[in-house]
């Protein structure tokens, strides 16, 4: 990126580039997939960011701000689910979905929106095996580990291709996704699960 500026004296100083806040959202679900504590640094302290942080300390996340760096302590999560005033804030509060389904292997999600807004999520989850149970507003969903599966994405889809690979990095043995999003913060949190142990 080039940035010119013109005037009459010259500029002198520092600027210091805060991270991706979608990265972040993605990487403070991920975080709860750990047993223990995640420190993630360059943390921009936006709204979408707090959100999620409220979210997650909802679900039993103890979250610390110190400057730039987030540390995560997901050792005591006990929520099963998002309510209805979670799950349409922000879209990465979607995220806790995969973490939550992975280490208690069920999740339920209130929704006062159009179930087919998550359709390509929905698809990809039963394609690995998870039973799906819509009932006014509220989905059910049931996990089994698998050893391989092949998930096709109906859409090129961040959330998907997040949600489906922090599930997988718990429950499955070896699992593909095609049609998956590559955008870098989609790369951040496949960093983080490969940190954490997966390949």
Do not use: C
């Not at 520092?14 to 223990?36: E, K, R, W």
């Not at 998930?151 to 998907?160: E, G, K, P």
């Amino acid at each position: 990126m080039r940035i010119h500026l013109s005037g009459r004296q010259a500029l002198r100083g520092t600027y210091h580039v805060s991270g991706n806040s979608n990265a972040a959202l993605a990487l403070v679900a991920a975080s709860m997939l750990a047993d223990s504590t995640v420190t993630l640094t360059n943390v921009p302290d936006t709204m979408a960011v707090a959100r999620m942080l409220e979210v997650g300390t909802a679900l039993g996340m103890v979250a610390r701000r110190e400057g730039d760096r987030l540390l995560l302590d997901s050792g005591p999560v006990d929520g099963r689910g998002l309510e209805r005033e979670y799950s349409d804030t922000v879209t990465g509060t979607l995220l806790f979905v995969g973490p939550i389904l992975a280490r208690r292997r069920h999740v339920r999600i209130a929704i006062d929106y159009a179930v087919s807004r998550l359709n390509t999520h929905l698809t990809a989850l039963r394609d690995l095996g998870v039973q799906v149970t819509i009932s006014n507003g509220v989905i059910d969903l049931e996990a089994t580990p698998w050893d391989e599966r092949e998930v096709i994405l109906t859409q090129t889809s961040v959330t998907a291709t997040t949600l489906i690979a922090m599930l997988a990095a718990l429950l499955g043995k070896r699992t593909t996704i095609v049609n998956a999003a590559s955008e870098p913060h989609v790369v951040d949190v496949l960093n983080l699960l490969a940190a954490m142990g997966a390949h």
